[in-house]
């Protein structure tokens, strides 16, 4: 049958090559990025094969894609989780996965020191929908002793930013297990590299993806891993509400995924590097690093994390208040005041212009941060350069 030009343009080439290269004897070394958003059936049993008894294959990208489930297969392997999902973002992740298990008089239990939004969304949001947040400190009160029949979660950070303290993943899992509910864990600070939340009894495993796991400051994503039964409940709330990671974004994580070991172990080498140094200098403080002798948190991090590294993530208090920390941040040649972490620079923040701006000077002491106070994430750069640059800055304060 003859076809006009239009029509040519439209049916020449399209997926249905698909066919065509399940057939060949050879298949690209790299998962390609698949950009369709739909599929095509050739009849509509295979609809009801995909759609209600599980058979492979896709119906529409916000259901089920192959590049989010390439990325979603590593990071799973990775945490030692049977599965897992994708986000837009850390934030659609976290917020996706609560209202999928949550239900008006419901209660959560979770450590007030959270990422900001996590704790706007627990503190503020959930209550809207009558669910109720009890914060406890986990490092001085017991979660037995908060515990409530209607309890359904409790939250916590495997290092808790900013003073990188390390809560009893284990303990928390009984308690939550002893009273039918779920432990979930933003494992973002730490990565699979430094500890495994879910083989200490956490039942879902949190990732800002835009973090470590992305790792060059180019990608927004987040992730959620954990038991076949708990994702698929997660899966249908992620396809109603539709923070799904696009299908580029789930290329470039699973390509990033690839180097995350190295970069964690390296990263891991530096942070303990800095912290090491600044522990010794005459103008600071305090340092605030899991992997110090010092640290409240060294025991538990030497249980959970098993010999792993401590991470990248380290705070540092000065002997001094903002002016000193804006000169630091003008002295410092390689390392620059970014307002995010886990990328390949050593980059360094300020918590109470940054990711803690919205507090007020009471809610921040609360929670230990204070005007002389910076955070870093150590990056990849070689470690006497880190030092002689914080070394030169504080020379010239
Ligand atoms: C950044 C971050 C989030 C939020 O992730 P987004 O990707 O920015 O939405 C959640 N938890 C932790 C610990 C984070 O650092």
């Known amino acids: 049958m003859s076809r006009g030009t239009a029509t040519t343009y439209m049916h020449t080439g399209t997926g249905e090559m698909c066919y065509e290269m399940n057939k060949a004897l050879t298949v690209p070394e790299t998962f390609p990025i698949y950009l369709s958003s739909a599929y095509i059936f050739d ?19 916000r259901l089920g894609n ?88 409790i939250y916590g950070e495997t290092i808790a930013n900013p003073l990188m303290s390390v809560p009893d993943l284990g303990h928390l899992a009984d308690v939550a297990h002893d009273n039918g509910a779920l432990l979930f864990i933003d494992n973002t600070f730490a990565t699979s ?24 400051d180019d990608i927004v994503g987040g992730a959620a891993l954990g038991s076949k039964k708990l994702i698929d409940t997660i899966r249908f709330y992620l396809g109603l509400y539709g923070g799904n990671l696009g299908a580029t974004e789930s290329w470039l994580l699973a390509r990033s995924l690839r180097t995350l070991p190295l970069r964690v172990q390296k990263m891991s080498q530096n942070g303990l ?24 948190s060294k025991a538990l991090a030497d249980k959970q994390f098993e010999g792993n590294g401590y991470g990248g993530m380290l705070s540092v208090n000065f002997k001094g208040g903002m002016e000193l920390i804006d000169k630091l941040i003008a ?14 620079c050593t980059t360094l923040t300020y918590p109470p212009k940054a990711s803690h701006r919205d507090l007020s000077a009471d809610e921040l002491a609360a929670i230990g941060i204070t005007y002389g106070q910076i955070r870093l994430s150590s990056g990849l750069e070689d470690t006497d350069d880190l030092l002689n640059d914080f070394d030169q800055a504080l020379e010239k304060l």
């Not at 009849?43 to 294959?57: N, T």
């Not at 430094?194 to 790792?215: C, E």
């Not at 200098?281 to 899991?290: C, F, L």
């Open 66 to 153: 192959p590049n989010s489930d390439a990325a979603s297969r590593i990071l799973a392997a990775g945490d030692g989780t049977e599965t897992g999902l994708v986000f837009s973002s850390g934030m659609a992740a976290i917020t996706t996965s609560l209202l999928a298990v949550l239900r008006p008089g419901d209660h959560v239990l979770a450590s007030p020191v959270l990422y900001g939004e996590t704790f706007y969304f627990l503190k503020h949001e959930l209550s809207k929908w009558g669910v109720e947040t009890t914060f406890i400190d986990f490092d001085t009160q017991k979660p037995e002793d908060y515990i409530k029949p209607n309890t359904k979660v």
């Open 331 to 344: 002295n410092l040649k390689l390392v620059h005041f970014v307002p995010t972490l886990a990328g390949t």
């Open 273 to 296: 590097a800095l912290a090491k140094f600044f522990e010794h200098h005459p103008k600071v403080e305090k340092v605030y690093y899991p992997g110090l002798d010092s640290s409240p």
């Open 43 to 61: 009849s509509i049993e295979p609809m009801d094969k995909i759609c209600d008894e599980g058979a492979p294959g896709y119906a529409y990208f």
């Open 193 to 216: 590299i430094v500890a495994k939340p879910a083989k200490f009894g956490a039942d879902l495993v949190l990732y800002s993806a835009t973090k470590y796991l992305g790792g060059h």
